[in-house]
């Protein structure tokens, strides 16, 4: 049952994840979290960019192909808010290689994706 009360990204994308991890327990491993956060000090900044660091690729990455799809990326959102310009111009990017790409922004929202994506055939 969706709380009312405006939970953080954070803690959308947690019990999210939470919530795959027990219910797809086979591929628990194959979902995880792209640490592409901006709140960095300027040092760890740099050396993240130098690491591969990219702004505005999705917080979470599904390994697992399913249909015409690579595999399937989940930006997490509170209700109202919006992508940010980096993420418009990454989002087109990944899908145009095959990735599916979703923005999710209730917990109900990713549960009914994860169970649209994995009816899907594998590739």
Known sequence: ??????????????CCVIWFKNTHRQHADLLYQIKNDG??????ASSDKALGLTPGIPDTFMAI?????????????RPGEKLSDAQRKVIPQ???QGYRVEVVTTEE??????YEYLAHGTA
């Open 1 to 14: 049952m969706e709380s009312t009360t405006r939970i953080s990204e954070a803690r959308l994308q947690s």
């Open 39 to 44: 709140r960095k000090h300027a040092i760890s």
């Open 65 to 77: 192909p399913r249909g015409p799809w690579h595999g399937l990326y989940v930006e997490f959102k």
């Open 94 to 96: 990944l899908q145009a």
């Open 109 to 114: 929202q990713f549960r009914m994706l994860v």
